[in-house]
């Protein structure tokens, strides 16, 4: 069930994906949120940044670093929200660093991951 608050973090990806789209990147947009507190927000920019790998998704969990360790360490709730379904480096990186939710607009029929099977991988995935 989406709650107020999770609809406002999606509009705030939103937003960010329009700027994203607007410096020229793929437009996708995503905020990190701990227990309902909005912690980051940002947009994808593997094209300006000049490497694919910038998704919004992955450059919001590696700066939150310390923080979402503690967060989780803490039992806080950890949330991500997308305006596109994280693809499969995305997905791992949210499992690794124990984000409990992800909440996106669009699903991404190409390479989208969020469907996977968490059963069928490695124990360490099935953990977190």
Known sequence: MISPFDNLCLEKALEEAEKSLESGNFPVGAVLSFDKQIFSQGGNYG?????????AETKLLIEAGPQLLSASK?????????TWEPCLMCLGIAVMNKVNRIIYIQKDPHSGSCGIDRSSLGVRYQEN
């Open 47 to 55: 094209e300006s940044g000049q490497n694919y790998v910038f998704h």
């Open 74 to 82: 803490a039992g806080k709730v950890i949330s991500l929200f997308s």
